[in-house]
């Protein structure tokens, strides 16, 4: 059982939301005007389910209010589907994003896929050259400088690298390190890979090759 925040200013798809959890053995606090509540008790929860579109404060904004206290999931809710929203709302920490209207079995999937990579135990590290990946703590260093990936950043980083020289599609990538095999939700390992390069490249290095037409592969 998860402890999961729902934050929607719509009464119906919170209803929709515990309901679906709730069967699911887990406890649902479901919040519809977020000046009710306060952003240090976002700390008490296992995954956070976040809307994107809400009239006092939107997700994105309160994604960056809350990003830096909890270290849980966050999955936004959101009928935007264009590149710069995804990008805007994964650049801030998001983990992944289901897109409104949705179906119960894809809620609950998706919400169980990012409960189980956060409780898969991990106590071993590997380097790839210069590339060090210190699995217990979900951390990456580059020379012994830390290179600040989001969860899910890491979790594409760590998939590639511990299958290095091997290819694979988008859609592989999302199934293999989610969970959920969603073709069209696959875009979101875009954007991460973007995130990831973006932050690589900062400390001048590139790990991660577009293989055209086929996929990403770490080098």
């Excluded at 952003?39 to 960056?64: K, S």
Aim: hydrophobic fraction near 40%; glycine fraction near 6%; charge should be negative.
């Amino acid at each position: 059982m998860a402890k999961i925040l729902a934050i929607d200013d719509e009464e119906g798809i919170l209803e929709i939301i515990k309901t679906a959890l709730s069967r699911e053995g887990h406890e649902v606090t479901a919040v519809s005007n977020f000046s009710d509540f306060t952003v240090e008790r976002c700390r008490d929860y296992d995954l956070i389910l976040l809307d994107i579109m809400m009239p006092d404060m939107d997700g994105f904004t309160l994604c960056r209010k809350i990003r830096d206290l909890v270290d849980c999931p966050i999955i936004f809710l959101t009928a935007k589907t264009s590149e710069s929203d995804i990008i805007k709302g994964l650049g801030l920490g998001g983990d992944d994003y289901i897109t409104k209207p949705f179906g119960i079995g894809e809620l609950r999937s998706r919400v169980a896929a990012h409960l189980r990579r956060e409780h898969r135990e991990k106590s071993n590290s590997f380097a790839l050259g210069s590339v060090k990946f210190k699995m217990s703590a979900k951390e990456v260093y580059v020379k012994d400088k830390m290179v600040p990936l989001t969860k899910s950043e890491y979790e594409i980083s760590e998939f590639l690298a511990l299958n290095h020289g091997q290819v694979f599609s988008r859609e592989k990538i999302y199934e293999s390190v989610f969970g959920f095999d969603r073709e069209s939700d696959s875009s979101a390992v875009v954007e991460h890979i973007k995130n990831i390069r973006a932050k690589f490249d900062r400390v001048n290095c590139n790990p991660i090759k577009t293989v055209w037409g086929i996929g990403y592969k770490w080098l």
